[in-house]
């Protein structure tokens, strides 16, 4: 199949193939044609597989049939949710890179930076929006941002946006604009929680679903190494080092914890730095783009700073703790092996982890191979440092998370920027940003 199939315009073949691409995605080849028929979606697809190609391309063609006059103020007609700074700002790109032939006007707002220049974009009228929440509700009190005319509206990562408590804030956004919309809901994950916010917002819609729920993608090995937690970093040094590893994503489970290892890494030699929710929108769009063009070779992050990253050809992800909650590895371990590339995750276990661990494998319904490095042997049981207690709920491991003021975990609600593709090998299909 090709993109010409789909029915998309020449303005946006032209740009997909100035892209490098020339055929779609299974998530593209099928939401596409749907989303140009004007009905509702809630699609599901892994990280990486074209999410963000596959809603962008036909919301700027459904835009383009019912383009305004040129010269009159540009309504917001097109609004886009995420639950990240760093997810807004390359949703934003996508939006310039597939619209650059298009009459049509974007901006992105978001926190973190100063609001009067995302003031005077929209002052100027836009055609697409694309928003966190907290920021947009700003906007809104400001009475900066008209959302009555919005003819489409995009949840992007829909179940984080649950997760991160953002319910009650899109909620208030849904009451800005007309009921008379076109909604598509695109997410990694079909939690019940989406569910259900889809079955009272969308109307008769079409499910696209291309992959297991909760399932991470076949391309990316995983290995767990048994490790007492004290000797954890010494071993992550250790990988490194040994197996010359020039760019490695590790996640922490902690802010504190991921500056602290930052900095014992670089003492050990090795070029790093850490991102996460208290750090500045300047110190996150250095750190990630230093670590994309090779600069700085180990980002240590939290699980929000990383949701919605987008490195080409990111070759290791290390956990150096388990996350509590078991689905959080899946979306973890889904920065590498994007997109038909291979990957390798690699999981840190210590003994006060193993009840994590067991409830990753649950999930998915497999046992991951653990071994020890010679030199790095636990000690005897009940010797290691214990972790912190278990969240659990009977609801479901995504249940369990407390839930979230608003912009929790990203700082006083900012949100950030996420850099450019650093390769340039041509690829198949547009990729998730």
Known sequence: MSFESLGLSAELLRAVSEQGYDQPTPVQAQSIPVILEGRDILAGA????????????????RLMQAAPAEGG??????????????LAAQVAESVRDYGRHLPLRSAVVFGGVKINPQIDALRRGVDILVATPGRLLDHAQQKTVDLSKVEFLVLDEADRMLDMGFIHDIRRVLAM?????????????FPNEVKRLADGMLNNPAQVEVARRSAPSEQVAQRVYTVDQKRKRALLSHLIGSNN????????????????????????????????????QGARTRALSDFKRGAVRVLVATDIAARGLDIDQLPHVVNFELPNIAEDYVHRIGRTGRAGNTGEAISLVCGGERAYLSDI????????????????EPGPAGSDEPMPERRRAPGGARNARPQQRRGQGQGPRRQGSGGGRSDSRPRSAPRSR
């Open 46 to 61: 892994q990280t990486g597989t074209g999410k963000t190609a596959a809603f962008t391309l036909p919301l700027l063609q």
């Open 73 to 86: 103020r540009r309504p917001v007609r097109a609004l886009v949710l995420t639950p990240t700074r760093e």
């Open 177 to 189: 604009m007309p009921k008379q919309r076109q909604n598509l809901f695109f997410s990694a994950t």
């Open 245 to 280: 590893w020039r760019q490695v994503l590790v996640f922490t489970r902690t802010k504190h914890g991921a500056n602290r290892l930052a900095e014992q890494l670089s003492d050990d030699g090795l070029t790093s730095a850490a991102i996460h929710g208290n750090k500045s």
């Open 361 to 376: 494998q649950r999930l998915l319904k497999r046992e991951l191979p653990a071994e020890v490095v010679p030199g790095f």
